[in-house]
C-alpha cells in the first residue's frame, strides 16, 4: 500500500493533516457542536482522556472565537495519564480520572467554579471481544461522569465518545438519570460502519439527593423487569446525525485532488504515534531475535 | 415478547469460542457464546451441548470445574461464568452427557474470574468470583447469597484476574490491571464492625509485579502457587516468582498481544491475538508455534493429567494438541541410528580414497538399505542380513531416487542406462540403456497408496542434452513389464526439478529450477515400448510438447515436487462439460516449491478458444495436433485455486496418502518435518540440509522411515507409534474446524448452500446439513476484504469488495474456481460496496449485475462465459455524491428499476429497463443516469440495507435501515414518473419511519414471506415487524424481538433451511435464527 493510500481513503484524516488537527477526531467535535452548538456561552471546558490533543485544540481555538466580547480568555483544562505535547491556552493535568485529587485539580484551575462543558473522546485498544470492549468503554464513561460531576456545573454539557453495541441501552439508562436530554450523535466524519457514536448530555441535573462519590464508582444499570433485554419498552434516545450533508463524506473514496486551489502534496501526521507497549517486542523483531 | 428469544441460537450457530475447561481427562467443556458443549477428545465427538449456560445471553469467559477429593460419589458441577452472569452446572454422568442448570445469578459488575473454595468450618464448597472493580465477593452457590466481600487496597479497573487456594482461608487473588501491574492479595473479609470503624477495610496488596509495559490480559498460577505467569499487551509471557514477589524471566515470541496462558508443571502455554499458541519449557526456550486460526486464539485449558492442551478461537475452532507432541516429535541425534557401514576394504580391493556414500534409498518396508559409493559400488542392504556388494556402476556416477512407498528405487548411470532396484525381484538388477548421455535427474512417480493399480510406477529420467524420458513399470509383472511411453519436450534453459505423470488422467508436468512449471497433454492413444526393444536414437515413442508454461509458477525458486490427482467427484459434471473426455481431463496439479509454498492447480481442457485469458491466476495454451476446424479446437486450461506458504524454508516433497491427503516434507534451519494436511507438524528432525542425499518412506499407513546424509554418517530413523494408534489419532487435531478469525461482511444462501466472504478475503461455500456447516469450497484469489457475495446459480457466484475487485466462481465439486475477474479501477483505494443481480429473460446467456461503489458511482456489469464482464453502463455523473451503501431491484410487467443508498440518507431510482430487454445493445458502456428520481432524506445516515417488495402494477414497498437506528417503509408509485420521465417527482405515496428501530446502525432489512419486514443492528437484536399498508397511514409496529450473539453483525439474509423461514445472522461468527 502506497502511503498516499490512506490520504484517498480517509478524507478526513487527509483534512486534518492540512488543516494542522492533532488527529481527525477534531472534525468528529466541530460537527457535534454545528448541530447542538455545546460551545455557545462556554468559557470553561474540560478535556478528559485528552492525548494527543485534537479535541483540546478544537476547544482553544472555538471558545476563542465565542468568547471575543468578553475580555476574559476562556479555561480549557485538558486531563490524561499520558503527558502530551503543549497547546497555547490549554492547562494539562497529567492525572487519572478515578481519582478524587484529579477532580479537585481541575476545580482549583478554575478558582473553585465549575466547568460549563466536558468532554471525552477516551476509547481503550479494543481486544475483538466485543462485549468486553463494551464493558471497558462503558466503565470510561462512567468514570468520567463520575469526576464530571464532581466539575460540572447544573445545567452543564457532558459529550463522549460511546460503542453503540448491545449494552448501549443501559448507559443511556444511566446517563438519563444525570442530564435532562441525552442524543446520540453520529458525525459525518465519523465512518459510517463504525460502531462508534457521541453521547450529547445536556442540561446536567442530577438527582436531587446524589452526593458526588469518587469513592464510589457508578455501577452500571443491570438488565432487568425495567431494563428487558429485548423490547419496544427499552431506553432510547433519539439519535441525531451531524455535520453539514454536502461536507465530504468519511467513507466515501475522493481522488487526491480534491481542491482545484491546491494541488495534492503528501504530509507527514501531524502527531506522530506514542510508543507502543509492545515496543521491545517491535524491537527484537526488527533485531531478528525470532530466526 | 420473547418468543424470538427463546428459540435464539437453536439451529445453527458459530461463534468464538472463549473459554475451554477439562471435565476428565478426555471430556472437555468448551464455551461459546452463551452456548456450553461438551466435548470427548478421544473420540473427537460432541457429547452435549447446552444452549443457554448462562442467562440474557452473556458470552462464556471461563467454566471452573469443581475439583472433588472423591470423584465418583458426587456429580461433577461446573460453574460458568461470562459478563456479568455465573451458572452452577452439573454434567449429568461421567460420560459429559446431559448438562443442567442447577442454578443462574446476575452481578452487578463484570466478573474476571470464578473459583471454587472449600469452607473448612463448615464443610461447604463455595464460589468467590473476582470482579473487574478489583473486588472478591464469596457466594453460597446454591442460592447465590452472598457471604461476604472484599475489596482490594488498589482500586481500579482489571483486564484479568486469578485465584488460587483449596480452601476460603487459602485463596489468594492476582490481579492484572489496566495500569500493567499484577497485584497478588489476599481477600480479607469486610466486616460490618470494620466498615463502621472507619479505618480502611480494603485487603493490602502482598505483592505488586511491575515488569509489563501494557495492560495485563490473562494470568495463571502454578499448581504450587509458588509462581504465577502473566501475558500482556506488549507481548510478553512473564514469569514470577511468589516467594519473593521478583520477575524470573519474560518471554519474547509472539507476534501481536497476548490473550491468556497456562502454567503446565514442565510447560507454559500462552495463546495469543497472532493466532498461535506457543509452547515455552520451564526455562523460557520456545519449544513450539501451534498455529490455529488467523487471528486471536482466546481460550486454553489443560486435562488432570496434562498430556493434552485444548485451544479456542475466534474462528470458532476447538483444537486439542498432545502436550507430548510439542516440539512436533522433536528428534535430535539420540532417536537417529547411524547405520554401521561396511569397511572399506571389505568389499574393494586396492588402496584408494576413503569412500563417500553418493546416493542413497530406503527398500522395503524393515530396514532395507541401497547406498551408492564412490567406487561404484552399490551396496544393499535387505532386512535381517548385512551390507553386501550387489552392482557396480561404472566410474562412481550414479544419480539415485526411491519411491515413498520404498518398493522401488532407481539407479540413473553416466552411460545413459537406468538401474532399477526392487524388493519384490529379489536379487536380480534391471538396467535398459533410455538415454544416449549421462542420467541427470531422476523422479518416480507413485501410484497414491491403498488404490487400485498399486504397482504401476511411472519413471522420468532427464539426461544431460535435456531428453526427458517417461517409462513406466509394472512391479508385479515378469521381465517385460517395464516399457518406455512417451519423451517430453523440454524447454530450452528449463533445467528440470520436477515431475508428475498420470496416464489415467490424460495429463503430466515438469518443474523446473527456476520456479516455471510445463504442463503435457497426454492423449489416450500412447502405443508403450518395451525397453528391451527401446532404441535411444530413434525415438519410436510419441513425444509430447508443452502445452501449457507458466514461468515463475514459484518465484525464482526450485518446483521441489509435483503431484496429479483427481478431482474429488462432482456433482454438477455434466452442467459445464458435456462430454466425457472433457470430464476425464479435469484434474488437481499440487506443487510444492523452495520459496516454502504449496500451490494447487485444475488442469482442464476448454472447447472453445478464446483470446488469451492469461492472468494471475490462469494461464492457457492450445494442445498440439488439433483438427483445423475452429468448431472443435480445444485449449488447455491451467487455473491456480489455491496457495499456502507450509514453512519458511523450503518444500521439498509432497506425499499424496489416499485420495486427496497430501503431506508434505519441508527442510527449514538443518530440520526436516513431516507436515500432515491440516498443517499439524508430525515429526522434526535435526539432520542436514534439504539439499543432501535424504529419502522418506511411508510403507505402511502408520511406518513413515527415512534416511539421511550428515557428515558422511547414513542415519536412519523410524517412527512406529504405539501399538493401537494410528498415525492420525496419536496428533493433535480440530474437534470443530473454524470459519473466519475476522468479521464477516456478506451472508448469502442458494438451497442449503451458504456462501460467506469477509475481512479475510476469503469466498466460502458451506452446505448446510443437520444444524452444522460443511465446509464444501473456499477461493483465495481477493486482495482486499470481501464485501458482498451472490449467488447466481448454485454452481456460479459473484463476490466484491476492496480495491474494486469483482469475481465470478463456479462451483465445482469441492473446488471453487474463479471464471471471470472485471477489469479494477484505477484507484486502489475503491470499494465495491453491494451487488445485485439485475434479473432479465436471457439468463441462459448472460448475468446482468449492478455494483455499488465508494466514489459514489455505480456500474452496471454484463458477465458472460464467453467475455468474462463487461462494463455496460456507469453512472459518470457520481449523481449520490456520496459513498453508496446499498442496493435493491423491482422488477415488474417489462419494468426494471435499480434503487440505491448512500451515506448522506438518500434513496435514488433508476431506470435500468433498456438493459434487460434482448434487443439491448450491451456492448460498450453507456450512461446510467439521468436518475428516476431522489429520495432525499430516507435516514438521518447512511442508507446501509434496503429490500423491495412488489405490490400491484407500479406500486411497490421499499424497507430501509439506517445507521441512524431508523427502520423505514415507503410506499412507490411508479406510475407516477411514467418513467424516464426527466426532472424529480416524488414517488413515495406513503411512508413511516420507526425512528428508534433498534438502539444501534441497523444492518440487514429483508421482507418476509407473510409481508412483514426482518431487520437486524449491531446492538444484536433481531426484530420482526408488521407493515400495515391496508388503512390510510402506513405504519410499522414490532411483532418480536430477538436477540444474535454474532457481535458487530454485519449482514443478514433472510433463507428456509429445514423448510423453514431463518434469519442468517453474520459478523464475528454467524448464526440462524427462527423467524
Known sequence: ?291 | MDALSAVSAARLSHLPVTAAEFLTDTLLLTGAGTALTIYNTHTHTIQSKLIRALPNFQRIHGIIVQKRESPHTTQPTVLVFGSKSWSVITVGTEDGSAAIVQSQHTMRDWIKAAHWALDEASGRWLVALAFAHNDVVVYDPESGAEEWRAQCEEHCILYAAAFHGRTVAEMEVASGTVFNQVLIWKPQRITSSSSSSGASTDSPVIWRLRGHEGVVFGLCFSHDGRRIASVSDDRTVRLWDLENGTAVSALFGHQARIWTCLLLDHLIVSASEDGTCRVWSNQGVLVDAWTQAKKNVWALATNPSQTLVASGAADGSVRIWRVGEAGGRLIDADGLFAEPMPAQEEYLAGVRATEHIRGLALLGGSGGLLAVMDSGCVLRKDAGSGWRVWAHVPEGYAMVAGSVSGQLAAVGQRDGCVMLVCPAWGDSPRAARLHSSAVRHLAIVAPPANEPGDDLYDLITVDSDHQAVWSRVRLSGGQSAWSVVATLEMPENANFSAAAVSLALGWAAVGSTKGALYIYDVPTDLVECLVDEYDVDRNDVAHLDVAVCWASAHDKFTVSSLLIHQLPPSDNDNCDYGDDQGARKRCVLVTGGRDGMMQRFVLEIAHTVCASRDSKHERTGPLANQPDNDQNRRTAVVSRISSQRLTAGWVEQLVLLGANEIHAVTFYRKHMALIDPNGLKLLSIACAGGNKQWHLTRTSENHIRCAFLKKSQLLTYDLLPPPNHTLANCSSCYLTPGISSLDIRSITAMGNLIALGGEDCVVRVYEYAKSALHLRAQGRRHGSAIRCVVFVTPHCLLSAGGNSELRCWRLDGSSLLESAVAPTQSSDSLRIMQLALIPHGNHSEYTLIAAAYSDASIRLWRLDPLNGFTCVASDNQHTHAHCVLSLAVLSYGDSTVLLSGATDGQVILWDVSVYTRPTASLSHAGDLGPPICVLPGIHQSGVNTMDVKHLADSRALLASGGDDNSLTVCELDLSITGLNVDGNVDVVVRRATYACAHASSVQGVEFMTDGGVCSVATDQRVAKWAVSADGEELSIELEDMGFTQVADPSAMSVVRLDNVDVCLVAGIGIEAIDI
Not at chain 1, 454545528?34 to 492525548?51: H, K, P, S, W, Y
Not at chain 1, 447544573?154 to 441501552?169: H, L
Not at chain 1, 433485554?229 to 455535520?243: L, T, W
Request: glycine fraction near 6%; aromatic fraction near 8%; include cysteine.
Open chain 1, 1 to 291: 500500500m502506497g502511503k498516499s493510500s490512506k490520504d484517498k481513503r480517509d478524507v478526513y484524516y487527509r483534512l486534518a493533516k492540512e488543516q494542522g488537527w492533532r488527529a481527525r477526531s477534531a472534525f468528529k467535535l466541530l460537527q457535534v457542536d454545528e448541530e447542538f452548538n455545546i460551545f455557545q456561552g462556554v468559557t470553561r471546558a474540560v478535556d478528559l482522556c485528552a492525548a494527543p490533543g485534537s479535541w483540546s485544540q478544537v476547544l482553544s481555538k472555538e471558545l476563542q472565537k465565542n468568547n471575543t466580547d468578553t475580555n476574559e480568555p476562556p479555561q480549557i483544562v485538558a486531563v490524561d495519564l499520558q503527558a502530551m505535547a503543549p497547546l497555547p491556552g490549554v492547562t494539562q493535568i497529567q492525572g487519572d480520572i478515578t481519582k478524587l485529587s484529579t477532580a479537585e485539580q481541575i476545580v482549583s484551575h478554575f478558582d473553585g467554579a465549575q466547568a460549563d462543558l466536558v468532554v471525552s473522546d477516551g476509547a481503550p485498544d479494543v481486544t475483538g471481544l466485543h462485549d468486553l470492549d463494551e464493558y471497558i468503554q462503558a466503565q470510561l464513561i462512567l468514570a468520567a461522569l463520575n469526576i464530571t460531576t464532581h466539575v460540572l456545573r447544573k445545567g452543564g454539557t457532558f459529550v463522549a465518545k460511546i460503542f453503540r453495541g448491545k449494552d448501549v441501552t443501559l448507559l443511556y439508562a444511566q446517563l438519563k438519570i444525570f442530564f435532562r436530554t441525552v442524543h446520540v450523535a453520529k458525525p459525518r466524519s465519523s465512518r459510517n460502519s463504525s460502531i462508534e457514536a457521541f453521547i450529547v448530555c445536556l442540561e446536567y441535573n442530577p438527582p436531587e439527593d446524589y452526593v458526588p462519590n469518587m469513592a464510589n464508582p457508578l455501577m452500571d444499570v443491570p438488565y432487568g423487569p425495567d431494563q428487558p433485554i429485548v423490547g419496544s419498552n427499552r431506553v432510547i434516545v433519539p439519535f441525531v446525525a451531524c455535520g453539514d450533508l454536502r461536507g465530504f463524506d468519511a467513507d466515501m473514496t475522493y481522488p487526491l485532488e480534491i481542491d482545484d486551489d491546491e494541488p495534492y502534496h503528501q504530509r507527514d501526521p501531524m502527531q506522530m504515534p506514542i510508543s507502543p507497549p509492545y515496543k521491545k517486542a517491535l524491537e527484537l523483531k526488527r533485531a531478528n531475535f525470532y530466526n
